[in-house]
């Protein structure tokens, strides 16, 4: 029975084999069988082509519900979603623009046409609906994006000077803008919270003495040369900080004008931090690496260095050299690194360079100061000059135009690449600006205690007057009440805050003038000078002196943040200085982008920003917060002047947040304000922030030097895939050496079959050998021969040597394989196998 069992269990086998194993007829039939119906089934779709073609609208819509099947649905399918693939990647294809536009549209009407036949029964409709609702969504995104770029303020003009200048130029447009929108925030917040208030619900003009005008200033108060060093009425308007009244309430609303004032006067510095620290954080996850300096500098040159901004002839040829020089520098540079010639010829001179800048930002620093106290002694005089009037802005506004170029030409002597010499030059300026304004600011602070102790006689002088009026209408025994003072013959204090914003408007009006008029003279007229006069001048002036100007990155960039820092110290004191800076950007768009694409050339040395949008901003982000320190002290130190102003009859400003707290709030907000601003609390919490701070630049280092370890490890990965990869070049001829030392016995079982096939044919013949007595092999590649060859070869080593006639056992090891005839083992070697018969 099992004999039986298993005999069954065999013939089933064979069976299964004969049915897996078809032969060649069967084959070949089946493959007609598919031809045919695929001829058919083509027939079939060209009728039922013909039948959608032939019937109307709506017998066609139920013919496909019905003659489409699901086999059909499936390639359809697959057919729009190959389409819609190569739709999508069609950029990458490495074809002609011509072959690139057929083929997309070729596709595009394919997915259009047999994209809704995808449902199935009565949901094709809702398909083929959803499908077109999808497309004009994506649509709407594309052109609603297209929009938005549209609607970016100065947008085309900046991609202008983009493609003619470089990107370099162009940042300085960017940061421009960036500004213009900051200020424009800015002013709306004052414009909104302070000045329209006051404005509307305040007390008018001329009913209170900050309001009006003094009697001895009225006839001169309209004077063209009065009004232009802000006096007279501007002296006397919303835009200084003099004509706020201190009333904590005004209007029907009972709006709080002193609160808001102080608040928003701290929120400028609060959102113009939170934007300039968010701005940083932006540009640096959207910058990208330009690579390690040490590691492959020809290849990032050759592959980084150009522009494709640039749009320009002329721009592309200045880059193409700057490409070429750099590669020259580059070549010097790996040539001459182990050399110390000029190296300490070369540090003299950057030593040289660095003291002669420095005496000059002494040297100006001194003039500045000078200047401010004669001033002082200037504003005691009467029948001043324009000059004296306005010598300190003329004087910071000269040193401003003058210091950058004698800056510029010293530092040649360092001789830094252009990128790094810009961040000297911007460094430099920088620290010119803000020496220059620091010292400004002290010497202003003499004068504004000076001003403190005449306000105490001032106010003693204001007292005695109303005192005198009111006992000069009570001698006349008169029942009724006596007759107002008129504010005009009121004595008035020097209002300390209103002088300080007084000189902060000079400086920015003042900076706005030199700007322009540099920019018309040394550009504008220069380049007139330049293009007309070089027909009949002595040597060509384009080429030589003075040719075109340059534009001024460093000088622009610092002359920008210098005026926003006088913008944020001087807002406090003139609320409307920020409408003014407004104008004044809003107008150097525009004039300066003429100025750049009309007088000024490309700079001789094109290259890339880089990241210099976030170096500018961290120069803002400093600025800032040197700004912020004066108008701090102001807050928490001065008091404020005793008749002007909205926090007049206050010891210091910072008590109007203490009568609110204390009027107008809950006595429970008010202890848990004392306690939190008790310093047992603020002091640790300092602290705290510091550690914070410290915590995280350890992580942030930390991060760093993980990702530089991890660079480390993939250059290594990378050198031992190059290192394997030319092992196994040098390989190959070693693996056709054990190629041709594979026994035959080794090559007949990989192929058991071709071996019997052989031996039934002829059993006598020898293994086959390729000419020049190299055995084929079984495999098309080496590797794959010699890894079967290391995995069959026995663990001895063999030495090839000549055949001998005497009868040889197999090795040690080895088996005699099946369909080899019985006698000894051939003998091996290059030359033909033998077989000894004496065995036979």
């Known amino acids: 029975n099992s004999d039986g069992k298993k005999a069954g269990e065999e013939g089933s086998q064979q069976r299964e084999r004969g049915k897996k194993a078809p032969t060649k007829d069967q084959k070949e039939s089946e493959n ?21 073609n032939s019937t109307t609208s709506a017998s066609s819509n139920s013919s496909d519900e019905e003659s489409l099947s699901e086999e059909e649905l499936a390639m359809l399918m697959e057919q729009v979603e190959q389409k819609k693939k190569l739709i999508s990647t069609m950029r990458n294809k490495p074809w002609r623009m011509v072959k690139k536009l057929s083929v997309l549209r070729e596709a595009q009407a394919f997915v259009e046409k047999f994209e809704g036949a995808l449902g199935k029964g009565k949901g094709k409709k809702f398909y083929a609906y959803k499908m077109m609702m999808a497309k004009k969504w994506v649509k709407f995104k594309r052109d609603f994006d297209n929009f938005k770029t549209q609607c970016i303020p100065w947008e085309m003009k900046i991609k202008e000077v983009e493609s003619h200048f470089g990107s370099s130029v162009a940042s300085y447009f960017i940061f421009l803008r960036w500004m213009y929108g900051m200020n424009l925030v800015l002013f709306g917040l004052i414009f909104g919270l302070v000045i329209i208030p006051e404005v509307l619900m305040g007390m008018p003009y001329g ?62 510095f609060g959102y113009s931090l939170m934007v300039v620290i968010r701005s940083m954080a932006r540009n640096a996850n959207e910058s990208t690496a330009d690579g390690d300096d040490d590691n492959f500098i020809f290849s990032w040159k050759m592959f980084t260095s150009w522009d494709y901004l640039i749009g320009n002839p002329e721009t592309a040829d200045n880059k193409f050299a700057s490409i070429t020089t750099s590669f020259k520098e580059s070549i ?39 200047v401010v106290k004669r001033s002082q002694t200037f504003s005691k005089m009467q029948n001043v000059g324009w000059y004296e009037r306005n010598e300190v802005e003329i004087v910071m506004s000269l040193l401003g135009m003058f210091c950058p170029p004698l800056f510029e030409t010293i530092a040649a002597l360092e001789n830094y690449h252009p990128r790094i010499g810009l961040k000297w030059q911007l460094g430099r300026i920088f620290a010119l600006f803000l020496g220059n304004l620091y010292t400004f600011l002290l010497a202003l602070m003499d004068d504004v205690n000076e001003k403190l102790a005449e306000e105490d006689v001032v106010k003693n002088v204001t007292h005695w007057t109303l005192l005198g009026h009111h006992n000069s209408s009570a001698g006349n025994s008169s029942t009724a009440t006596p007759p107002p003072l008129d504010p005009a013959d009121v004595p008035r204090g020097p209002c300390w805050e209103t002088t300080v914003g007084i000189e902060f408007v000079r400086l920015t009006v003042s900076d706005i003038l030199v700007t322009y008029i540099t920019i018309l003279v040394g550009d504008f007229i220069r380049a007139c000078f330049v293009r007309f006069v070089n027909y009949c001048w002595c040597w060509d002036l384009e080429a030589g002196f003075p ?19 006088m913008i944020w110290m001087g807002s406090f004191y003139a609320p409307g200085l920020v409408g003014i800076n407004v104008l004044r ?27 210099s949008n976030n170096f500018y901003m961290g120069l803002l982000l400093l600025i800032l917060f040197l700004s912020l320190l004066p108008v701090a002290y102001t807050i928490m130190s001065l008091p404020p002047s005793f008749d002007c102003g909205p926090f007049s009859g206050k010891k210091r400003m910072y008590e109007v947040i203490q009568e609110t707290i204390e009027l107008d709030f809950p006595l429970f907000v008010a202890k848990i304000f004392s306690y939190v601003a008790n310093p047992g609390l603020i002091i640790p919490a300092i602290l705290l922030m510091v550690l914070a701070i410290y915590y995280l630049n350890a992580v942030a280092e930390a991060y760093q030097r993980a990702n530089a370890e991890l660079k480390k490890k993939m250059q290594m990965q990378r050198e031992e895939e190059k290192n394997k990869r030319n092992n196994k070049a040098s390989t190959n001829p070693m693996l056709q050496d054990l190629e041709d030392l594979l026994t035959p016995s080794t090559k007949s079982e990989s192929h058991p079959k071709e071996a019997e096939d052989e031996k039934r044919e002829s059993p006598n013949r020898t293994s086959p050998v390729g000419k020049g007595g190299k055995a084929a092999a079984p495999d098309s590649s080496p590797m794959t021969a010699g890894r079967r060859a290391a995995f069959t070869l026995p663990p001895h080593v063999f030495v090839t040597q000549p055949p001998s006639l005497g009868v040889r056992a197999p090795y040690p090891g080895q088996p005699r394989p099946r369909w080899h005839p019985p006698g000894p083992v051939p003998g091996r070697g290059r030359g033909q196998p033998h077989y000894s018969r004496a065995a036979q």
């Open 32 to 52: 007609k069988e598919k031809k045919t119906n695929k001829k058919a089934k083509e027939g079939e779709n060209k009728q039922k082509k013909d039948r959608r």
């Open 585 to 611: 950007l809003l107008t150097s768009m525009y004039f300066q982008c003429w100025a750049v694409m009309s007088s000024n050339v490309p700079h001789e040395r094109v290259f890339k920003a880089s990241k």
């Open 332 to 370: 010097v540079d790996e040539q001459e690194s182990n050399k110390d010639e000029n190296i300490h010829l070369r540090r003299f001179l950057r030593v040289l360079a660095n003291v002669l800048i420095i005496c000059c930002l002494c040297g100006s620093g001194y003039l500045i100061y000078f």
């Open 207 to 268: 009913s209170m003495p900050r309001k009006t005008v003094p009697r001895a200033e009225q006839a001169t108060a309209m004077d063209f040369s009065v009004l232009w060093d802000f006096e007279g009425y501007i002296k006397y308007s919303a835009l200084f900080y003099g004509y706020y009244n201190n009333q904590r309430t005004i209007g029907w609303l009972k709006y709080r004008l002193p609160m808001a004032y102080f608040m928003v006067g701290i929120s400028v």
């Open 547 to 565: 040719s075109y100007a340059e534009f001024d990155i460093s000088g622009n960039v610092l002359g920008l943040i210098f005026n926003q820092g």
